[in-house]
C-alpha cells in the first residue's frame, strides 16, 4: 500500500508526537519501560519479529529488476540471520529491531512524498525522516550508544521533558502540515 504525501506527512507528525509523549510523561512505569528499552527482551521479541516479517514480505515481493531470480535465497538468507541473531547477537537487540522498523517506516513514508516537488513544505517531513534513517543506521551498527543517550537524557529532570517538548511540538507542527496540501 502506497501512503500520499498527505498520509505520510500526518503519520509523521503522529509519529514525532507519540516519541514526544513518551519523554514528557510523569508516568513512572512509562519512564521505567522507556529506560528499560534498550536491553528490555520482550522489546527485542517484538521489535525483531514485527521487522523481521515486514522484511521478508519485501523481499518476498521484489521484482524481476530487483533480484528476482534470487529473492528466495534471500528470503532464506534474511530469515536465517534473523533467526540468529538472538541467538548471537542478544545485547541491544531491542534496539537494533526499532532501528529496522524504523527504516522500514522511514521508507513508507519517504515513498509518499517522492516526486512531490510542487510541496515545499513537504520537507518540514521529509529532513527529519532522513535524519532519523541517518541515526538508525548509526545505532544499528552502535546500539549500545541508546544506553548511553538515557544516561544522559535522564540525568536530570527536565532533559527529557525539553526533548519531549520539542518532539511535541515539531509534531504537531508538521501533522498541521498535512492539512496544508
Avoid at 514526544?20 to 521479541?45: D, E, H
Avoid at 527504516?103 to 516537488?117: D, H, R, V
Amino acid at each position: 500500500m502506497e501512503l500520499t504525501l498527505f498520509q505520510s506527512t500526518l503519520f509523521a507528525g503522529i509519529l514525532f508526537v507519540l516519541i514526544g509523549a513518551l519523554f514528557v510523561t510523569t508516568n513512572k512505569p512509562i519512564i521505567a519501560m522507556v529506560k528499560g528499552f534498550p536491553r528490555s527482551r520482550t522489546a527485542a521479541y517484538v521489535t525483531m519479529t514485527v521487522g523481521g516479517i515486514w522484511t521478508l514480505y519485501k523481499v518476498a515481493h521484489l521484482g524481476e529488476a530487483n533480484y528476482g531470480d534470487f529473492k528466495h535465497y534471500i528470503f532464506i538468507g534474511f530469515a536465517i540471520i534473523g533467526l540468529l541473531s538472538f541467538k548471537y547477537a542478544p545485547d541491544f537487540l531491542s534496539v537494533r529491531g526499532a532501528c529496522i522498523l524504523y527504516l522500514l517506516i522511514a521508507n513508507s513514508l519517504l515513498n509518499g512524498a517522492f516526486g512531490q516537488y510542487e510541496e515545499p513544505l513537504r520537507l518540514f517531513m521529509v529532513a527529519p525522516v532522513y535524519i532519523g534513517a541517518a541515526v538508525a543506521l548509526y545505532l544499528g551498527y552502535s546500539p549500545f550508544r541508546v544506553r548511553d543517550f538515557f544516561t544522559w537524557l535522564f540525568g536530570t529532570a527536565s532533559r527529557p521533558k525539553t526533548v519531549g517538548l520539542v518532539f511535541l511540538i515539531y509534531g504537531g507542527l508538521v501533522g498541521a502540515i498535512a492539512f496544508a496540501y
